[in-house]
């Protein structure tokens, strides 16, 4: 089965295409067969053409930090309903969270999640495995039982292993098996009860405080974890400089160290929180200071952050409705992360549209060990295909999510995804979901 991409603006550093270039991209049985001069390929009948018209072509997103909720939770989110958010924030693939009802700790919870992804979800769902066993930080999961069953990484995202020795078995045991790990950077003792970022916020508001030390000092042990054990290692949600720099001179180092950072930690600091006291904005970690958002812009511009991930964290009404401290953490980010990073980084020129495609197609790959997706011939057809032109707002009707809460309600952006292609199959039409 053959189709044509007309008049598509091609970007793909790893495919030579820093700067975008005008080409027709063939597509047959799923994957890029030719990328030629606009018009250089003659109508055919029974192919179909899809004239883009200039809109920018790229790899497939790919969001490598996603709460899908299913099993146990599937009033927040399900494989189906995180699926179509994630196709309309653009994204063709998503690493699933291990933190549900039961814990993914097992081969057969691995199993169910895809096997209920491959009958169900419109984009590529990949799983992480819980580092420990219920995600209690005492004991081991059946790592290799789960990578057998199609674990791609493992993780105890939600909370950070508090016991170092813990720590330090897993990463030894992972790296035997050559599958990373993901770092919820978290010191309990330190943190406690926190709800917001220690210091003016923390003070203003009235809340327990959250230091900043209590994400920076783990992530300084997984660090030296790292170094001991050799297995390679990625921070996740990383939200301060002291962190950044970190991680910095862990790669100065030659460590196998890589992180993510959100779009909430990017765009909003602790001064969104006032007197309404909206939950939408309670975060784990939380939001840090305008300095810290400033450094983490400058760290994914320079590499130093490896890609952009959403951590999205459905919850329902009746739960992000109670008082701030008895609200869960979290927001959702599959719908407006591409959004937000064109309209905040790319728009202003601190992100060019080839760091755009590296952080946030390659890297999350590339970290977890999966295929290449890129506009070369031969390479699977996941693609994603942007309106850099569209202004919209966010609004809290317009998620395919099940869940609304979004830290980014009334927002005004410009630029989302119009098209994306699964395997050569259009899956968004026109901003539309088939």
Not at 90 to 113: I, Q, W
Not at 384 to 393: A, G, K, L, P, Q
């Amino acid at each position: 089965m053959e189709s044509l991409l007309r008049n598509a603006l091609c970007v793909d550093p790893a495919a030579g295409l820093e700067e975008p270039g005008l080409r027709d991209v063939l597509l047959r049985d799923g994957l890029i067969a030719g990328l030629t001069e606009p018009g250089s390929l003659p109508t055919e009948a029974g192919r179909e053409d899809l004239d883009l018209e200039g809109r920018l072509l790229i790899p497939g997103l790919m969001d490598m930090h996603v709460h899908l909720r299913d099993p146990g939770q599937e009033y927040k989110e399900d494989i189906v309903s995180g699926s179509r958010a994630a196709v309309c924030g653009g994204f063709t693939a998503v690493l699933a969270m291990p933190n549900t009802s039961p814990v993914l700790d097992k081969g057969a919870e691995v199993s169910y999640v895809l096997d209920a992804a491959a009958q169900t979800a419109c984009a590529r769902v990949y799983v992480a495995g819980a580092l420990t066993k219920g995600l209690k930080g005492e004991s081991l999961s059946e790592m290799g039982d789960m990578l057998a069953a199609g674990a791609v990484a493992f993780t105890d995202d939600g909370r950070g292993v508090q016991d170092s020795g813990v720590m330090r078995l897993a990463l030894e045991y992972a790296s035997s098996l050559g599958a990373p790990v993901l770092s919820h950077c978290q010191v309990e003792t330190l943190v406690g009860g926190g709800q917001v970022n220690e210091g003016i916020a923390s003070t203003r508001l009235g809340l327990a405080g959250w230091p900043a030390a209590g994400e920076e000092i783990q992530i300084a042990r997984d660090i030296a974890l790292c170094e001991l054990t050799g297995c390679a290692l990625h921070i996740q949600h990383i939200s301060t400089a002291e962190g950044v720099a970190l991680v910095r001179a862990a790669k100065a180092k030659g460590l196998p160290v890589t992180c993510e950072v959100t779009p909430h930690h990017l765009f909003l600091t602790e001064d969104a929180l006032d007197a309404h006291y909206d939950t939408n904005f309670k975060m784990n970690p939380p939001l840090r200071t305008a300095a810290d958002a400033a450094a983490l812009r400058a760290a994914l511009e320079k590499g130093d952050i490896d890609c952009v991930a959403t951590d999205h964290a459905p919850h329902a009404p009746h739960e992000k409705s109670l008082e701030f401290e008895l609200a869960p953490f979290g927001t959702t980010g599959l719908e407006t992360a591409l959004g937000l990073v064109l309209t905040n980084l790319v728009a202003t020129g601190e992100l060019s549209l080839a760091q755009l495609v590296e952080r946030m197609a390659h890297a999350p790959r590339r970290i977890l060990g999966l295929a290449p997706v890129t506009l070369t011939v031969g390479s699977v057809a996941d693609l994603t295909v942007i309106d850099r032109d569209v202004e919209w707002e966010v609004c809290v009707d317009g998620f395919a999510s099940k869940s609304k809460n979004c830290a980014f309600i009334g927002k005004k952006l410009k630029g989302r995804a119009s098209e994306v292609l699964i395997g050569g199959t259009v899956v968004l039409r026109g901003g539309e979901l088939l």
